[in-house]
C-alpha cells in the first residue's frame, strides 16, 4: 500500500512539474497581421498567455511580425491584463475599442493613425452584438 501511495505520489509531482515548467506552451501565442492597401503597411496585433489555465496575458499593437512581446517596448502599443479589444480599419486609421488603454509608444513609426475608444464594459459588451464585417473581435 505504501509503494501505490509513492508511486501515485511521485506520478502527481512529475505531472505538477510538467505543466508548471512547460505550461506555457501549452497557451498558444496569436498574431492577428492587419493589412492597409494605402501606404501598403501591415500591423500585427499579438497576443501573449501564460500560466495554468492562460489568465495572465500581455497584448501588443506592433509593426514587427515578430511573435515576441516586449513589455518594455518603446515601439509598440502594449496592454498588460486579461482583456479582448476590437478594432476597426477605416483607410490610413486604425480604431481600437477597448475598457482600458493601450500604453502609448515613445516611437510607433507607421504612416497609420491609431485611435483608442476606452469604453464603459456595459458599452464594450454591446460591440458583440455589433461586430460584422466592419468591427473584429481579437
Given at each position: 500500500?505504501?509503494?501505490?501511495?509513492?508511486?501515485?505520489g511521485?506520478?502527481l509531482?512529475?505531472?505538477?512539474?510538467v505543466?508548471?515548467?512547460?505550461?506555457?506552451?501549452?497557451v498558444?501565442?496569436?498574431?492577428?497581421?492587419?493589412?492597409?492597401p494605402?501606404p501598403?503597411?501591415?500591423l500585427?496585433?499579438?497576443?501573449?498567455n501564460?500560466?495554468?489555465?492562460?489568465?495572465?496575458?500581455?497584448?501588443?499593437?506592433?509593426?514587427?511580425?515578430k511573435?515576441d512581446?516586449d513589455?518594455?517596448s518603446?515601439e509598440?502599443?502594449?496592454l498588460?491584463?486579461?482583456?479582448?479589444?476590437?478594432?476597426?480599419q477605416?483607410?490610413?486609421?486604425l480604431t481600437?475599442?477597448?475598457?482600458?488603454?493601450?500604453?502609448q509608444?515613445?516611437?510607433?513609426e507607421?504612416?497609420?493613425?491609431?485611435k483608442?475608444?476606452?469604453?464603459?464594459?456595459?458599452?464594450f459588451?454591446?460591440?458583440f452584438?455589433?461586430?460584422?464585417?466592419?468591427i473584429?473581435?481579437?
Amino acid at each position: 500500500m505504501k509503494i501505490v501511495s509513492f508511486a501515485v505520489g511521485l506520478v502527481l509531482g512529475l505531472l505538477v512539474s510538467v505543466v508548471v515548467i512547460y505550461g506555457d506552451a501549452l497557451v498558444p501565442s496569436t498574431i492577428q497581421p492587419i493589412y492597409f492597401p494605402e501606404p501598403d503597411v501591415t500591423l500585427y496585433l499579438k497576443k501573449d498567455n501564460w500560466g495554468i489555465s492562460g489568465d495572465g496575458q500581455i497584448m501588443a499593437l506592433s509593426t514587427s511580425e515578430k511573435s515576441d512581446i516586449d513589455r518594455n517596448s518603446e515601439e509598440d502599443y502594449i496592454l498588460e491584463g486579461l482583456s479582448q479589444i476590437f478594432y476597426k480599419q477605416d483607410r490610413n486609421t486604425l480604431t481600437l475599442f477597448v475598457t482600458r488603454k493601450f500604453n502609448q509608444p515613445k516611437r510607433f513609426e507607421s504612416g497609420i493613425i491609431i485611435k483608442q475608444v476606452e469604453l464603459e464594459n456595459s458599452e464594450f459588451q454591446d460591440l458583440f452584438d455589433k461586430a460584422r464585417e466592419s468591427i473584429k473581435l481579437f
